[in-house]
């Protein structure tokens, strides 16, 4: 099992652009969910889903969208990048009825300038 | 307000040195207490969940225990390997979990 993957590793926006951080995972896992952990503070949720086609918006949701069309997939859309979205991004998954023992992937870091 | 505090932020260890990091929280309808290890450019990783006080859990070098107002995460004669950031999260009622901003872990040979 690859687990939990996230794609790019890196990336660099400009202010006002657009991008999709992809995660992925192959653990037939309900609940995934998205992070973002700034120096300082708790990881802090964006959004998260509970299975194909539900959606929930976390603590910090403003700024970005996202859909889960399958199990698998969970992409997070930043829709018009600021630099206050700076940060690396974690996307997480686990089994519904668990889910403090969550999976997460290597992360993304996204530099806004 | 519903918040987790972590300390020390960072504690440096000579190896075989134990000691003990904290996890202090104010959450209303407490459903768990999570610790989790973050290595450099890693995500998170999943250590043990408390869910009373009272009870303790061991993996290793390490024991993390809980009361009502926090959780110590122990550590018995540390390698270097065990260098890290430990995490602490708290679930509450609504399955929302709360994050600690984290104590990072030098362990020096």
């Known amino acids: 099992n690859a687990g939990v993957t996230q794609t790019p590793k890196f990336q660099v926006l400009k202010t006002g652009q657009s991008m999709t951080l992809q995660c992925a995972q192959d653990?037939?896992?309900?609940?995934m969910s998205w992070y973002r952990q700034d120096p300082g503070m708790g990881l802090r949720l964006i959004h998260y889903s509970v299975g194909a086609g539900i959606t929930d918006q976390g603590e910090v949701p403003n700024g970005y969208n996202v859909s889960r069309s399958t199990t698998e997939d969970f992409p997070l859309r930043l829709l018009s990048a600021a630099p206050s979205q700076t940060s690396v991004y974690f996307c997480?998954?686990?089994?519904?009825?668990?889910?403090?023992?969550?999976?997460f992937g290597p992360g993304t870091r996204l530099l806004v300038l | 307000e519903d918040q987790v505090t972590q300390s020390p932020e960072a504690l440096r260890l000579q190896e075989g040195e134990s000691s003990s990091l904290n996890c202090s929280y104010t959450v209303s309808g407490l459903r768990g207490l999570f610790w989790y290890r973050q290595d450099p450019g890693k995500g998170p990783e999943f250590l043990f969940t408390?869910?009373?006080?009272?009870e303790e859990k061991e993996k290793e070098r390490l024991k993390a225990t809980l009361t009502k107002k926090e959780s110590f995460l122990h550590i018995t004669a540390p390698k270097p390997e065990d260098s890290a950031t430990y995490l602490c999260a708290v679930r509450k009622s609504n399955y929302q979990l709360i994050w600690g901003a984290g104590t990072k872990l030098i362990i020096k040979p």
């Open positions: 408390l869910y009373s006080a009272g």
């Open positions: 997480a998954s686990s089994y519904a009825g668990e889910r403090e023992t969550q999976y």
């Open positions: 653990m037939n896992h309900e609940y």
